[in-house]
């Protein structure tokens, strides 16, 4: 799931990623990226099985972060179960 990137009309505050299976991607399994000199203010990240299959209890990882956000996080990022974690789970580059 990739938001935000080269588009400045994102509104952080309104997004909501929650109970999703994200899984065996090329690349993050989130990626949270707002327009230069803004921050991710109010997204809310919860309750996702990122990098493991639907049961939770085998690994299919991403080929990058669990979670990637570039920014100043101000949302809520919590109770994600994040396998594989050998590219990090949750990445902050500010």
Do not use: Y
Request: charged share 15%.
């Amino acid at each position: 799931i990739v938001i935000g990137g080269d588009t400045p009309a994102v509104d952080f505050d309104d997004i909501e990623i929650s109970h999703n299976v994200i899984s065996g991607n090329g690349t993050n399994g989130i990626r949270l990226s707002p327009w230069p000199d803004s921050q991710v203010s109010g997204a809310r990240i919860r309750f996702n099985t990122i990098g493991l299959n639907a049961a939770g209890d085998s690994a299919v990882p991403n080929a990058g972060a669990g979670i990637l956000l570039t920014g100043e996080l101000g949302g809520d990022v919590s109770n994600n179960d994040i396998g594989d974690r050998s590219n990090g789970g949750v990445t902050n580059v500010i």
